[in-house]
């Protein structure tokens, strides 16, 4: 089983990440507002951050957790989101996924949501 860091990242997928950056989603925006900054017990999380041939919404490398901020469009790529997500268990990490209008309609429990995942196996940073 492979672990991170992953194998070196492909040029393409590093200048996507870097697209994706710049072009967030307002419901991605919103809950950056409160993942940035280490405002979650001083864990750090990464925005648009690649993994192998991925690119993920949020990631916190130290509790080795996804965030998916998913809109309409992923209601549609229901099995490109499966193999996705069972890539990134394969490496060790848990992914939490929430709609758009999750994170626009209801915050508090996006966040209490996320608190949960964390302290599911970890301890906080030190």
């Known amino acids: 089983m492979d672990t991170y860091p992953l194998t070196r990242l492909r040029p393409s997928t590093i200048t996507h990440a870097r697209r994706l950056r710049t072009a967030m989603t307002d419901a991605e925006q919103r809950l950056w507002q409160s993942l940035r900054l280490r ?3 001083g864990y750090k999380f ?3 951050h690649p993994m192998g ?3 993920v919404d ?3 490398v130290e509790a080795k957790l996804v965030v998916e ?3 309409g469009q992923h209601s549609e790529r229901q099995d490109y989101d499966a ?15 929430f709609w758009n209008h999750e994170v626009m309609n209801n ?7 996320i608190w949960e995942a964390l302290y599911e196996n970890s301890q906080p940073p030190s």
């Not at 996705?84 to 939490?96: A, D």
């Not at 915050?107 to 949501?113: D, F, R």
């Open 39 to 41: 405002q979650f017990d």
């Open 46 to 48: 990464r925005r648009q």
């Open 53 to 55: 041939h991925y690119v």
């Open 58 to 60: 949020f990631v916190c």
């Open 69 to 71: 901020v998913d809109g």
């Open 83 to 97: 193999s996705r997500t069972e890539w990134l268990r394969q490496r060790g990490f848990r992914v939490v996924r």
């Open 107 to 113: 915050i508090e429990a996006v966040k209490a949501a």
